[in-house]
Protein backbone atom coordinates (compact mmCIF):
# COMPACT_ATOMS: atom_id res chain seq x y z
CA UNK A 1 0.00 0.00 0.00
CA UNK A 2 0.86 3.44 -1.06
CA UNK A 3 1.85 5.81 2.44
CA UNK A 4 -0.80 8.11 2.74
CA UNK A 5 1.01 11.48 1.68
CA UNK A 6 2.03 9.60 -1.84
CA UNK A 7 -2.04 8.86 -2.41
CA UNK A 8 -2.99 12.54 -1.88
CA UNK A 9 -0.38 14.12 -4.03
CA UNK A 10 -1.52 11.53 -6.66
CA UNK A 11 -4.96 12.70 -6.41
CA UNK A 12 -4.18 16.78 -6.35
CA UNK A 13 -3.10 18.26 -9.79
CA UNK A 14 -0.16 19.94 -10.78
CA UNK A 15 2.05 18.49 -7.77
CA UNK A 16 5.39 19.41 -9.49
CA UNK A 17 5.99 22.59 -7.21
CA UNK A 18 8.41 25.36 -7.62
CA UNK A 19 9.33 27.21 -4.43
CA UNK A 20 9.42 31.30 -4.57
CA UNK A 21 11.05 32.24 -1.41
CA UNK A 22 10.01 35.55 0.47
CA UNK A 23 11.47 38.64 -0.38
CA UNK A 24 10.19 41.54 1.19
CA UNK A 25 12.15 43.86 -1.21
CA UNK A 26 11.02 42.69 -4.01
CA UNK A 27 7.33 42.55 -3.04
CA UNK A 28 5.07 44.04 -5.47
CA UNK A 29 1.30 43.66 -6.19
CA UNK A 30 -2.02 43.00 -3.90
CA UNK A 31 -2.32 43.05 -0.33
CA UNK A 32 -2.57 39.52 1.28
CA UNK A 33 -2.16 37.13 4.41
CA UNK A 34 0.08 33.83 3.94
CA UNK A 35 1.35 30.95 5.78
CA UNK A 36 5.15 31.42 5.77
CA UNK A 37 5.70 27.43 7.32
CA UNK A 38 3.39 25.13 8.70
CA UNK A 39 3.95 26.16 11.94
CA UNK A 40 4.21 29.62 12.45
CA UNK A 41 0.62 32.14 12.50
CA UNK A 42 -0.51 33.20 9.07
CA UNK A 43 0.45 37.11 8.63
CA UNK A 44 0.40 39.96 5.62
CA UNK A 45 2.38 39.33 2.86
CA UNK A 46 2.04 41.34 -0.79
CA UNK A 47 2.96 39.50 -3.67
CA UNK A 48 2.87 39.44 -8.06
CA UNK A 49 0.18 39.11 -9.95
CA UNK A 50 0.61 38.69 -13.40
CA UNK A 51 -0.87 41.72 -15.87
CA UNK A 52 -4.37 41.59 -17.12
CA UNK A 53 -4.34 38.98 -20.30
CA UNK A 54 -6.33 39.18 -23.45
CA UNK A 55 -8.89 36.81 -22.01
CA UNK A 56 -8.38 37.40 -17.92
CA UNK A 57 -11.05 38.87 -15.63
CA UNK A 58 -9.53 41.30 -12.74
CA UNK A 59 -11.23 40.84 -9.94
CA UNK A 60 -11.45 43.43 -6.95
CA UNK A 61 -12.02 40.55 -4.15
CA UNK A 62 -14.79 41.45 -1.19
CA UNK A 63 -15.38 38.14 0.76
CA UNK A 64 -13.64 34.72 0.90
CA UNK A 65 -14.59 31.99 2.55
CA UNK A 66 -11.95 29.67 4.86
CA UNK A 67 -12.75 26.15 4.00
CA UNK A 68 -10.92 23.35 6.00
CA UNK A 69 -8.74 22.80 3.22
CA UNK A 70 -7.05 26.03 3.94
CA UNK A 71 -6.25 24.21 7.24
CA UNK A 72 -4.71 21.35 6.17
CA UNK A 73 -2.71 22.79 3.22
CA UNK A 74 -1.38 25.42 5.58
CA UNK A 75 -0.28 22.96 8.51
CA UNK A 76 0.98 20.76 5.33
CA UNK A 77 -1.34 17.74 6.71
CA UNK A 78 -1.17 16.17 2.79
CA UNK A 79 2.36 16.57 2.28
CA UNK A 80 2.28 19.19 -0.49
CA UNK A 81 2.44 22.77 0.59
CA UNK A 82 4.52 25.51 -0.77
CA UNK A 83 5.45 28.22 1.43
CA UNK A 84 4.61 31.26 1.37
CA UNK A 85 0.95 30.42 0.64
CA UNK A 86 -1.84 32.80 0.10
CA UNK A 87 -5.04 29.94 0.96
CA UNK A 88 -8.47 30.79 -0.26
CA UNK A 89 -10.28 29.45 -3.30
CA UNK A 90 -13.89 30.43 -2.19
CA UNK A 91 -14.04 33.93 -3.54
CA UNK A 92 -16.22 36.71 -4.57
CA UNK A 93 -15.66 40.57 -5.80
CA UNK A 94 -16.22 42.57 -8.87
CA UNK A 95 -14.76 42.75 -11.97
CA UNK A 96 -12.52 45.57 -11.51
CA UNK A 97 -10.97 45.24 -15.27
CA UNK A 98 -10.97 42.88 -18.36
CA UNK A 99 -9.15 41.96 -21.34
CA UNK A 100 -9.87 42.92 -25.25
CA UNK A 101 -11.24 38.87 -25.93
CA UNK A 102 -13.21 38.70 -22.59
CA UNK A 103 -17.20 38.19 -23.38
CA UNK A 104 -19.03 36.84 -20.60
CA UNK A 105 -17.62 39.41 -18.19
CA UNK A 106 -17.56 43.05 -17.91
CA UNK A 107 -16.49 45.80 -15.32
CA UNK A 108 -18.89 46.21 -12.64
CA UNK A 109 -20.48 42.50 -12.71
CA UNK A 110 -20.54 40.53 -9.29
CA UNK A 111 -18.75 36.74 -9.94
CA UNK A 112 -16.73 34.07 -7.91
CA UNK A 113 -13.85 31.72 -8.82
CA UNK A 114 -13.86 28.28 -7.00
CA UNK A 115 -11.21 25.96 -6.39
CA UNK A 116 -9.76 25.73 -10.41
CA UNK A 117 -8.81 28.70 -12.21
CA UNK A 118 -7.45 26.81 -15.11
CA UNK A 119 -7.79 23.32 -17.41
CA UNK A 120 -7.02 22.10 -20.55
CA UNK A 121 -10.98 22.43 -21.69
CA UNK A 122 -9.62 20.21 -24.91
CA UNK A 123 -10.09 16.51 -23.23
CA UNK A 124 -13.19 14.37 -23.08
CA UNK A 125 -13.67 15.32 -19.53
CA UNK A 126 -13.09 19.03 -19.78
CA UNK A 127 -15.42 18.89 -22.93
CA UNK A 128 -18.15 17.05 -20.76
CA UNK A 129 -17.86 19.98 -18.20
CA UNK A 130 -16.15 18.08 -15.58
CA UNK A 131 -12.77 20.58 -15.57
CA UNK A 132 -12.24 19.23 -12.24
CA UNK A 133 -11.29 15.67 -13.28
CA UNK A 134 -9.21 17.06 -16.53
CA UNK A 135 -7.00 14.51 -18.31
CA UNK A 136 -4.12 16.76 -18.25
CA UNK A 137 -4.60 18.22 -14.65
CA UNK A 138 -6.90 21.29 -13.51
CA UNK A 139 -5.08 24.08 -11.54
CA UNK A 140 -5.61 24.44 -8.74
CA UNK A 141 -6.73 28.37 -7.20
CA UNK A 142 -3.95 28.17 -4.82
CA UNK A 143 -0.87 25.90 -3.93
CA UNK A 144 -0.43 24.58 -7.33
CA UNK A 145 1.95 25.53 -10.31
CA UNK A 146 0.29 27.54 -13.30
CA UNK A 147 2.11 27.07 -17.14
CA UNK A 148 4.65 29.69 -16.68
CA UNK A 149 5.82 27.66 -13.55
CA UNK A 150 4.57 30.35 -10.55
CA UNK A 151 2.12 29.05 -7.67
CA UNK A 152 -0.63 30.08 -7.68
CA UNK A 153 -2.34 32.38 -4.80
CA UNK A 154 -5.47 32.76 -3.35
CA UNK A 155 -8.33 35.05 -2.38
CA UNK A 156 -6.80 35.82 0.92
CA UNK A 157 -5.66 38.90 -1.15
CA UNK A 158 -7.50 41.93 -2.12
CA UNK A 159 -7.66 41.20 -5.83
CA UNK A 160 -6.94 37.82 -8.10
CA UNK A 161 -6.34 37.68 -12.23
CA UNK A 162 -8.41 34.55 -13.72
CA UNK A 163 -9.19 33.57 -17.45
CA UNK A 164 -13.00 34.37 -18.13
CA UNK A 165 -13.76 30.26 -18.52
CA UNK A 166 -12.78 29.99 -14.56
CA UNK A 167 -15.32 32.78 -13.43
CA UNK A 168 -18.75 32.50 -12.05
CA UNK A 169 -21.70 35.30 -12.06
CA UNK A 170 -23.04 35.52 -8.57
CA UNK A 171 -27.01 35.90 -8.26
CA UNK A 172 -27.70 39.58 -7.35
CA UNK A 173 -30.02 38.84 -5.07
CA UNK A 174 -27.58 37.15 -2.38
CA UNK A 175 -26.16 38.50 -0.37
CA UNK A 176 -22.35 38.40 -0.88
CA UNK A 177 -20.58 37.68 2.11
CA UNK A 178 -22.51 34.47 2.56
CA UNK A 179 -22.55 33.34 -0.83
CA UNK A 180 -18.66 33.03 -0.96
CA UNK A 181 -18.59 29.78 0.74
CA UNK A 182 -21.15 28.66 -1.96
CA UNK A 183 -18.10 28.40 -4.41
CA UNK A 184 -16.51 25.16 -2.78
CA UNK A 185 -18.79 24.20 0.62
CA UNK A 186 -22.06 24.87 -2.15
CA UNK A 187 -20.43 22.94 -5.15
CA UNK A 188 -19.14 20.17 -3.45
CA UNK A 189 -22.39 19.24 -1.30
CA UNK A 190 -24.76 20.27 -4.57
CA UNK A 191 -22.88 18.00 -7.17
CA UNK A 192 -22.81 14.76 -5.36
CA UNK A 193 -26.56 15.05 -4.50
CA UNK A 194 -27.44 15.73 -8.29
CA UNK A 195 -25.31 13.08 -9.67
CA UNK A 196 -26.61 10.62 -7.23
CA UNK A 197 -30.18 11.60 -8.00
CA UNK A 198 -31.68 12.76 -4.77
CA UNK A 199 -35.34 13.02 -5.46
CA UNK A 200 -38.39 14.35 -2.90
CA UNK A 201 -38.85 11.62 -0.30
CA UNK A 202 -35.36 9.54 -0.42
CA UNK A 203 -34.37 9.03 3.16
CA UNK A 204 -30.67 10.44 3.35
CA UNK A 205 -28.02 11.48 5.83
CA UNK A 206 -25.18 13.98 6.45
CA UNK A 207 -21.95 13.47 8.40
CA UNK A 208 -20.38 16.95 9.79
CA UNK A 209 -22.38 20.13 10.10
CA UNK A 210 -19.60 22.43 9.37
CA UNK A 211 -19.64 24.60 5.93
CA UNK A 212 -20.19 21.61 3.37
CA UNK A 213 -22.38 19.82 5.61
CA UNK A 214 -24.89 22.58 6.26
CA UNK A 215 -24.78 23.64 2.72
CA UNK A 216 -26.17 20.05 2.39
CA UNK A 217 -28.73 19.91 4.54
CA UNK A 218 -30.05 23.09 2.78
CA UNK A 219 -29.96 21.51 -0.36
CA UNK A 220 -31.50 18.20 0.47
CA UNK A 221 -34.12 20.15 2.41
CA UNK A 222 -34.96 22.17 -0.89
CA UNK A 223 -34.98 18.78 -2.83
CA UNK A 224 -37.54 17.26 -0.56
CA UNK A 225 -35.26 14.57 0.98
CA UNK A 226 -35.77 13.39 4.58
CA UNK A 227 -32.54 14.56 6.28
CA UNK A 228 -30.59 12.79 9.27
CA UNK A 229 -27.44 14.57 10.30
CA UNK A 230 -24.60 12.81 12.38
CA UNK A 231 -22.47 15.11 14.30
CA UNK A 232 -20.39 14.66 17.35
CA UNK A 233 -21.35 17.74 19.07
CA UNK A 234 -24.55 17.47 20.85
CA UNK A 235 -24.40 21.48 21.01
CA UNK A 236 -25.27 21.85 17.01
CA UNK A 237 -28.76 19.69 17.18
CA UNK A 238 -30.48 22.92 17.60
CA UNK A 239 -28.53 24.63 14.55
CA UNK A 240 -29.18 21.67 12.50
CA UNK A 241 -32.54 21.39 12.95
CA UNK A 242 -32.64 25.21 12.56
CA UNK A 243 -31.33 25.27 9.37
CA UNK A 244 -34.09 22.02 7.86
CA UNK A 245 -32.68 18.85 9.35
CA UNK A 246 -34.96 16.33 10.33
CA UNK A 247 -33.36 14.15 12.39
CA UNK A 248 -29.98 14.30 14.32
CA UNK A 249 -28.23 11.89 15.34
CA UNK A 250 -25.21 12.26 18.62
CA UNK A 251 -22.48 10.10 17.19
CA UNK A 252 -20.56 10.16 20.54
CA UNK A 253 -23.53 8.07 21.46
CA UNK A 254 -23.22 4.66 19.56
CA UNK A 255 -27.02 4.00 20.31
CA UNK A 256 -28.07 7.09 18.44
CA UNK A 257 -26.01 6.09 15.32
CA UNK A 258 -27.48 2.52 15.79
CA UNK A 259 -30.95 3.57 15.97
CA UNK A 260 -31.07 5.15 12.15
CA UNK A 261 -31.93 2.86 9.57
CA UNK A 262 -32.32 2.64 5.85
CA UNK A 263 -31.07 5.54 4.21
CA UNK A 264 -30.55 5.34 0.48
CA UNK A 265 -27.42 8.08 -0.02
CA UNK A 266 -24.42 9.21 2.56
CA UNK A 267 -23.30 12.56 2.62
CA UNK A 268 -19.77 12.42 4.71
CA UNK A 269 -18.47 15.95 4.55
CA UNK A 270 -16.48 15.28 8.07
CA UNK A 271 -12.85 16.56 7.10
CA UNK A 272 -11.00 14.61 10.21
CA UNK A 273 -10.48 10.57 10.47
CA UNK A 274 -13.22 8.76 11.49
CA UNK A 275 -14.97 5.17 11.41
CA UNK A 276 -16.74 4.73 8.18
CA UNK A 277 -18.69 1.31 9.10
CA UNK A 278 -21.37 2.92 11.47
CA UNK A 279 -22.61 5.09 8.83
CA UNK A 280 -21.90 2.02 6.18
CA UNK A 281 -24.41 -0.15 8.38
CA UNK A 282 -27.23 2.53 8.29
CA UNK A 283 -27.97 2.65 4.32
CA UNK A 284 -30.54 0.30 3.10
CA UNK A 285 -29.73 -2.08 -0.22
CA UNK A 286 -28.21 -0.27 -2.85
CA UNK A 287 -27.45 2.64 -0.60
CA UNK A 288 -24.58 4.78 -1.33
CA UNK A 289 -21.92 6.74 0.75
CA UNK A 290 -20.14 9.50 -0.81
CA UNK A 291 -16.69 10.75 0.89
CA UNK A 292 -15.94 14.51 0.27
CA UNK A 293 -14.62 15.41 3.10
CA UNK A 294 -10.55 15.21 2.92
CA UNK A 295 -8.74 13.94 6.26
CA UNK A 296 -5.29 14.63 7.20
CA UNK A 297 -4.95 10.79 8.05
CA UNK A 298 -6.57 7.85 6.38
CA UNK A 299 -9.87 6.81 8.24
CA UNK A 300 -10.14 3.30 9.85
CA UNK A 301 -10.08 -0.03 7.04
CA UNK A 302 -13.57 -0.82 6.22
CA UNK A 303 -15.51 -3.42 7.00
CA UNK A 304 -16.16 -5.56 3.54
CA UNK A 305 -18.94 -7.40 4.99
CA UNK A 306 -21.06 -4.12 5.45
CA UNK A 307 -20.72 -3.45 1.58
CA UNK A 308 -21.11 -7.23 0.54
CA UNK A 309 -24.05 -8.02 2.33
CA UNK A 310 -26.66 -5.10 0.96
CA UNK A 311 -24.83 -4.71 -2.00
CA UNK A 312 -23.69 -0.76 -0.81
CA UNK A 313 -21.41 1.12 -2.48
CA UNK A 314 -18.38 3.80 -0.74
CA UNK A 315 -17.53 6.37 -3.34
CA UNK A 316 -15.98 9.70 -3.55
CA UNK A 317 -17.13 13.20 -5.40
CA UNK A 318 -14.82 16.36 -6.10
CA UNK A 319 -16.50 19.94 -6.28
CA UNK A 320 -18.05 20.28 -9.88
CA UNK A 321 -17.41 21.64 -12.79
CA UNK A 322 -17.55 25.13 -13.96
CA UNK A 323 -21.18 24.69 -15.78
CA UNK A 324 -22.28 22.95 -12.47
CA UNK A 325 -21.43 25.65 -10.23
CA UNK A 326 -23.20 28.38 -12.53
CA UNK A 327 -26.06 25.84 -12.00
CA UNK A 328 -25.80 25.57 -8.53
CA UNK A 329 -25.21 29.28 -8.02
CA UNK A 330 -28.64 30.10 -9.69
CA UNK A 331 -30.71 27.31 -8.15
CA UNK A 332 -29.45 29.17 -4.83
CA UNK A 333 -30.44 32.53 -6.19
CA UNK A 334 -33.75 31.27 -7.12
CA UNK A 335 -34.12 29.83 -3.72
CA UNK A 336 -32.49 32.57 -1.74
CA UNK A 337 -30.08 29.69 -0.13
CA UNK A 338 -26.81 30.56 1.15
CA UNK A 339 -23.99 29.84 3.85
CA UNK A 340 -24.21 30.15 7.55
CA UNK A 341 -21.49 32.44 8.10
CA UNK A 342 -19.25 34.49 10.37
CA UNK A 343 -17.56 37.76 9.33
CA UNK A 344 -13.84 38.29 10.24
CA UNK A 345 -11.19 40.57 9.69
CA UNK A 346 -8.18 38.80 7.99
CA UNK A 347 -6.28 39.76 11.16
CA UNK A 348 -8.09 37.35 13.29
CA UNK A 349 -7.18 33.98 10.86
CA UNK A 350 -5.48 32.62 12.87
CA UNK A 351 -8.00 32.56 16.06
CA UNK A 352 -10.79 31.10 13.26
CA UNK A 353 -8.02 28.53 12.48
CA UNK A 354 -7.76 27.52 15.87
CA UNK A 355 -11.86 27.63 16.65
CA UNK A 356 -11.98 25.16 13.57
CA UNK A 357 -9.78 22.55 15.07
CA UNK A 358 -12.12 22.59 18.23
CA UNK A 359 -15.48 22.43 16.32
CA UNK A 360 -16.46 25.52 17.34
CA UNK A 361 -18.35 27.21 14.66
CA UNK A 362 -21.53 26.56 12.60
CA UNK A 363 -21.44 26.75 9.47
CA UNK A 364 -18.82 28.88 7.51
CA UNK A 365 -15.76 31.89 8.83
CA UNK A 366 -15.82 34.45 5.61
CA UNK A 367 -13.05 36.77 5.69
CA UNK A 368 -14.36 40.42 5.12
CA UNK A 369 -11.40 41.46 2.40
CA UNK A 370 -11.69 45.22 3.34
CA UNK A 371 -9.65 44.50 6.44
CA UNK A 372 -6.57 43.77 4.15
CA UNK A 373 -6.42 48.04 3.98
CA UNK A 374 -5.91 47.82 7.61
Known amino acids: MLPYDAVARALLPFVFYTSH???????RGPRAFAAFDATTPLGPFTFPRRAV?????????????????????????????????????????????????????????????????????????????LEQFCE????LTYNAVDKEGVVTKGGYSDHIVVRQEFDVRIPDNLPLAAAAPLLCAGITSYS??????????????????????????????????????????????????????DDVAVTSDPASIGAVKGLRFILDTASVCHDLNPYINTLKHDGTMVLV???????????????????????????????????????????????????????DINKAYDR????????????????LKQ
Request: hydrophobic share 35%; proline share 6%.
Open 21 to 27: PHNPAND
Open 53 to 129: GSNDVKIDIKFCGVCSSDLHKVGNEWKNSKYPMVPGHEIVGVVEAVGPDVTKFKVGDTVGVGCLVDSCLTCGTCNSG
Open 136 to 139: KGAL
Open 192 to 245: PLRHWNVQPGDKIGVVGLGGLGGMAVKFAMVFGAHVTVFTTTSSKVEFAKKIGA
Open 293 to 347: GAPENPHPPVIPFGLIFGRRSLTGSAIGGIAETQEMLDFCGKHNIVSEIELIPTQ
Open 356 to 371: MRQNAIEGRFVIDNAS
